[in-house]
């Protein structure tokens, strides 16, 4: 599967921004999808995961009640919803499919980049 995301951008702590993940090659058949993130001199983390299958979903403790993951199945396309932005939300966004047998994320692109100012 390959992925592309876009939607990131420069905004100030308070604001919001929606990220879009479109699958470009392949298919999504119950796949869990997911956002990560990665900040600079930092590692990749899991921002939030969605089973697509049954929309079930998972966040990570620090955008909780902030950020919505979400997927449009018509669409092939991954969103992520990010409401009340702070500066530590600073990083580098992508998302990636896990494969039903494995568990494995792939199809990971080139991110799309969210600043944001105090």
């Known amino acids: 599967v390959q992925l592309k995301e876009s939607g990131g951008g420069l905004v100030q702590a308070g604001d919001s921004l929606t990220l879009s993940c479109v699958v470009s090659?392949?298919?999504?058949?119950?796949?869990?999808m997911g956002w990560f993130r990665q900040a600079p001199g930092k590692g990749r983390d899991s921002v939030a995961v969605?089973?697509?299958?049954?929309?079930?979903?998972y966040y990570q403790p620090h955008v909780k009640g902030r950020f919505t993951i979400s997927w449009d199945s018509a669409k092939k396309t991954l969103f992520l919803q990010m409401n009340n932005l702070k500066p530590e939300d600073t990083a580098r966004y992508f998302c990636?499919?896990?494969?039903?047998?494995?568990?494995?994320?792939?199809?990971w692109g080139q991110g799309t980049q969210v600043t944001v100012s105090s």
């Open positions: 090659e392949g298919t999504i058949n119950g796949n869990t």
């Open positions: 969605i089973r697509t299958g049954d929309r079930t979903t």
């Open positions: 990636a499919a896990a494969s039903r047998a494995t568990s494995v994320y792939s199809g």
